[in-house]
């Protein structure tokens, strides 16, 4: 049986095209949801989930009192960190996808609890994803986070929805700080045949571990692994109050 694509996220794609070909321009107002609604034939409540996706994207941004509007790009600094998948696909006119592979609760192995100073055996989310762009496979990505931290993420579709703008927006998890190495690697066979590669072939391999506060102290929040198709994916600098928008 195949899985009809929910209509918030069809029109989602509607708006995404008209931001990307110009028709709905940087700080441009978004006209209001009746207006949308009236025009796509779609309830309102649908409307209100396109845009709240649009919104956990980055694409727009609402202002108590004014409106919603198209956002302005930032300006670039020499502050490096890795953009939002899906934004830089958009940015290069191609459509991003994201396929699940594992979304589960598991005991904290020795490394996973020694990177997030966890007792090992601790119950942490184990999440790996599969990111495609014009449907092939660019990213291969897994984190680790503990379960504590936010017990109901279990709940929330990890295909449709930014892990980021649920950790830091739907449930208020402040990330504060990350640190993250980036390197050329050579992908495995196990890693080639995941993104339709060949072994040997060139990545990149991002390691990056995102902390949050707890009291006055910093502990650590995520742990992410990536990588990234060398010939199939752009590593760029944005401004520095971007980092984490990959989460």
Known sequence: M???????????????????????????????????????????????????????EGLITRHQGRGTFITTPPHQSTHFSLSSFSQEMRRQRRTPATRVLAFEVIPATARVAERLI???????????RIRLADN????????????????????????????????????TIALVRMEHIVELCTLTHDQAMLLRATSN???????????????????????????????TY??????????GGCL
């Open 2 to 56: 195949i899985a009809m694509t929910p209509k918030y996220y069809q029109l989602a794609t509607a708006l995404r095209e008209q931001i990307s070909s110009g028709q709905l321009h940087a700080g441009a107002q978004l006209p209001p949801e009746e207006t949308i609604s009236k025009a796509h034939q779609l309830s309102r409540g649908t409307v209100r989930k396109a845009i709240d996706l649009l919104l956990q």
């Open 118 to 128: 966890l007792p090992r055996g601790t119950p942490v989310f184990h999440i790996e």
């Open 136 to 171: 092939l496979p660019v990213a291969h990505e897994i984190r680790y986070l503990p379960e504590f931290l936010c017990p109901a993420l279990i709940h929330e579709n990890l295909e449709t929805q930014s892990i980021h703008w649920l950790l830091v927006k739907k449930f």
């Open 201 to 231: 072939q060139t990545a990149f391999s991002v390691d990056r571990l995102t902390y949050t506060r707890q009291g006055v102290e910093q502990i650590p929040a995520v742990w992410f692994q990536a990588t990234y198709r060398e010939d």
């Open 234 to 243: 752009n590593m760029t600098v944005q401004s520095i109050h971007d980092e």
